[in-house]
């Protein structure tokens, strides 16, 4: 990363702000202005390490694709209250692996959490750890959303749509 001598004094007057406005974290701010001040480039990378590098729209309509068919399969279950598909494997949304999907995780916390967008999948935090499924889940997800895509992605699905989903 590399910054022009005005972005470098920019951001060393930010941290100079920051290090008054937060002064439980003015040692922080303090250390990234000196980096800055001095001109140490091999540690400019702490500058934005907290900084992801930001999701693909398509990867962001594959998270809300697959919470848009979990409210549908939410939705059949709250009317039918049929046992056999509240019992089945991926009847519940059971997140993204944090280790190997993490945007993905990142992502459908920040629309459940913070957007309070999918609420009935509040419901489910402590059964699917916080959304962490411990587990890769986006082939699953691809498998489940192509199901529903076959059938002409309905939003009032039936028990025989929703098994066919599930039990790919």
């Not at 489910?124 to 199901?147: A, C, G, I, Q, W």
């Amino acid at each position: 990363m590399n910054f022009t001598e005005k972005e470098r004094l920019n951001l060393i007057n930010q941290y100079k702000i920051l290090s008054k406005l937060y002064p439980e974290d003015s040692e922080h701010y303090d250390e990234l202005r000196e980096i800055l001040e001095d001109g140490y480039e091999i540690f400019y990378s702490q500058i934005s390490e907290w900084i992801s590098q930001g999701m693909p729209k398509d990867a962001g309509k594959f998270v809300l694709d697959v919470l848009d068919l979990y409210r549908a399969i939410e939705d059949y279950k709250r009317m039918s209250k049929d046992q056999e598909i509240i019992d089945s494997r991926y009847s519940y949304f059971r997140g993204f692996d944090g280790n190997n999907e993490g945007q993905y995780m990142h992502f459908a916390r920040f629309l459940i959490h913070k957007q309070n967008k999918f609420s009935e999948q509040k419901d489910y935090l402590r059964k699917n750890d916080n959304l962490n499924s411990h587990m890769p889940m986006v082939s699953t997800y691809e498998k489940m959303l192509s199901k529903w895509e076959e059938i002409g992605k309905p939003w009032n699905l039936n028990a025989q749509n929703i098994n066919d989903i599930l039990n790919i």
